[in-house]
């Protein structure tokens, strides 16, 4: 399965990052000097976790929360994401012994993110 996400990166800002951002990731957000890179870091974020709640297919009525969707960047920087609550349970429920892999892409203007279940 496959989910994708297309923002314009003007539209975030810190009151967003607070609504759907776990504490890890607004300290990896809140380590960025550049305002421009940080607004691209949080829609890369909020699309991130859209995209992976495409891919599980859950939508707004699902009880899925943003804060279900763990975004993690390993030691080379290559994303990848941790799953609690609903999230969790839909992925073990659909995919039990697949993992959700994450590509994202960011200009100044626009984020874009996929995450594959494979």
Known sequence: ??????DNVERFNESILKKIALQNE??????????????????SLF???????????LGKDSGVSFKNINLIHNKN???FVELSGVA?????????????????????NTVVAVAVIL
């Open 1 to 6: 399965m496959i989910g994708i996400d297309i």
């Open 26 to 43: 607004v300290e990896y957000i809140e380590k960025t000097n550049c305002e421009s890179l940080r607004q691209q870091r949080i829609a």
């Open 47 to 57: 699309c991130v976790k859209e995209a992976v709640m495409k891919a599980l297919g």
């Open 77 to 79: 920087g290559q994303p």
């Open 88 to 108: 969790l349970e839909q992925k073990e429920k659909l995919y039990p012994n697949k993992s959700i892999h994450i590509s994202l892409s960011h200009t100044i």
